[in-house]
């Protein structure tokens, strides 16, 4: 079993940018496949990437990407999610998890979850 444990979050101005952390405990985490995902007021929690556990290729939802990227530091045991060019809709709970099964989109695919950080983007 793994620990998440979201960090990073504030308040942004329209166009600035923030980085999330996400440190895990608890088994290896090299073992997982890791992903963000994010829940606006009054929304369904939605996918926003996800990165294997070594080699390949990340997943991006659509709306960020090119302005977001997922990183992993598998000697600190630590997820990234770095924000760029943030805007109003980006305003979100984001949440990490952690996959034994393999890269996904879905929620459903991810057994471990942190508790949110929230990201405010102010207009």
């Known amino acids: 079993q793994v620990q998440l444990a979201e960090s990073g979050g504030g308040l942004v101005q329209t166009g600035g940018s923030l980085r999330l952390s996400c440190a895990a405990s608890g088994r290896t985490f090299a073992g997982y496949w890791m992903a963000w995902f994010r829940q606006a007021p009054g929304k369904e929690r939605e996918f926003v990437a996800a990165i294997p556990r070594r080699i390949g290729s990340a997943l991006y939802a659509e709306s960020v990407k090119g302005l977001f990227t997922i990183s992993r530091d598998g000697a600190k045991n630590t997820l990234f999610l770095q924000m760029n060019t943030l805007n109003p809709e980006d305003t979100a709970v984001y949440y990490c998890?952690?996959?034994?099964?393999?890269?996904?989109?879905?929620?459903?695919?991810?057994?471990?979850w942190g508790q949110g950080t929230q990201v405010t983007v102010s207009s």
């Open positions: 998890a952690a996959s034994t099964a393999y890269l996904s989109r879905w929620e459903s695919d991810y057994s471990y």
